[in-house]
């Protein structure tokens, strides 16, 4: 099979492929060609001579003694070492002899099943190429036209070559996508479905779509000084960040915040009007508690294990501490980890952060 290395690099540069894979697809479908026209138990191997781009396929059998008891059951694979001795007197016994096969005349039969083969293994190189792309992208933001919303509400999004979709659940309360619309979101998963092939599913409420639109917005975090440590959020409520500085001369808060809240409200813009409190993040626990219960002012945290801690506070501050609904003291334990038990100063237990919505809100979102 003649310039069959002109074929493989006309394919790799079409396709966007590399090369030396597109050569081992091809040698695997030549393989399968093989096997459906000259029989499925015999052993093939390809060779590609790059100096003269042609490719030969050969037939392997492997030399076994003259009473090996395979010779019974399986004399395609195994040839005895009398036999083989006419053919080759210098062969022993675990060799295997090769017999090249004529490629140049095989037929229109044989030429369809190879173009069928080719077509099949390069299709599934694609695939296997775009997956990983979009697998190591799992977390970071893209941009897509939205091409069709379902009778679910699943919006379907064209990101580059592939369609993407976001469920409804994953969409932010009160949003609406029409055709044409241009939306921002990250990618929450990557899978293979039989019937459809690649699915790509994209999030707005996730976690990792407030730190990649906090990244677009704040230079710091795009350069590394600032880090999100941990996010926290109720999709188009509330949310806390937690900012770490990796140099003493910037002010980790201050620069997500920007100037008269700049940076941190065309994140909130985005995000459909969800507010979003910013704290430093310490590898102290009850430092980083007492922080993710502002606007609360904090008298006390006792950590009472590795998942629970108790905050004592004022009467005053009660209804900061647990917010609207529950919502700041369920922001905080999202955000710091630890079950959030409140207690009043002179009183009883007056709330806990674990409770039923905690436990909804877990099953919902996940880790993203």
Same mark, same amino acid.
């Given at each position: ?47 590609? #001579? ?32 009398? *036999? ?7 062969? *022993? ?48 933001? !893209? ?8 009778? #679910? ?7 580059? *070559? ?30 293979? #479905? ?35 440590? %941990?996010? %926290?959020?109720? $999709? ?18 201050? @620069?997500? !915040? ?25 590898? *102290? $626990? ?14 006390? !945290? ?6 629970? %801690? ?10 900061? @501490? ?37 436990? #909804?809100?877990? @099953? ?5």
């Amino acid at each position: 099979m003649e310039r069959i290395v002109d074929i493989i690099e006309s394919i790799a540069n079409e396709k966007g492929l590399e090369i030396e894979d597109v050569k081992e697809r091809v040698k695997r479908a030549i393989v399968n060609t093989a096997k459906r026209i000259y029989g499925e138990n015999y052993e093939y191997d390809v060779t590609i #001579d790059n100096t003269t781009k042609s490719l030969r396929l050969y037939q392997k059998i492997t030399i076994v003694a003259d009473d090996d008891e395979r010779l019974q059951e399986d004399n395609e694979h195994f040839l005895s070492l009398k *036999e083989a001795k006419k053919i080759d007197s210098g062969v *022993e016994i675990g060799d295997e002899l090769t017999y090249e096969l004529n490629t140049d005349n095989l037929g229109r039969t044989a030429a369809q099943t190879l173009y069928k083969e080719l077509e099949y293994h390069i299709q599934r190189l694609l695939e296997e190429k775009i997956f990983q792309k979009y697998q190591e992208m799992i977390g970071h933001m !893209v941009f897509g036209t939205v091409t069709r919303v379902d009778n #679910d509400e699943n919006t379907f999004i064209e990101i580059d *070559e592939i369609r993407a979709v976001m469920p409804r659940k994953n969409r932010i309360k009160g949003e609406k996508f029409k055709v044409g619309n241009v939306v921002k979101a990250v990618i929450k998963g990557v899978y293979i #479905d039989k019937s459809q092939g690649i699915k790509v599913e994209l999030s707005r409420t996730s976690p990792k779509f407030l730190e990649a639109l906090l990244k677009a917005e704040v230079p710091e975090i795009k350069d590394g000084l600032v880090l999100v440590a %941990a996010s %926290a959020r109720i $999709p188009g409520e509330r949310a806390k960040v937690a900012l770490i500085s990796t140099t003493p001369n910037v002010d980790p808060v201050g @620069a997500t !915040v920007g100037t008269k809240g700049v940076r941190i409200n065309a994140v909130t813009k985005e995000l459909n009007g969800e507010n979003i409190d910013a704290i430093e993040f310490s590898s *102290e $626990p009850t430092i980083l508690i007492t922080r993710a219960m502002a606007p609360a002012i904090i008298s006390s !945290v006792k950590i009472v294990d590795e998942k629970k %801690a108790v905050v004592s506070i004022a009467t005053e501050q009660k209804s900061k @501490a647990i917010g609207k609904s529950g919502i700041n003291i369920r922001l905080a334990s999202m955000l710091s980890g630890f079950e959030i038990e409140l207690v009043e100063i002179g009183g009883a237990k007056i709330g806990n952060s674990n409770d039923d919505t905690m436990k #909804d809100l877990k @099953a919902l979102f996940g880790d993203l």
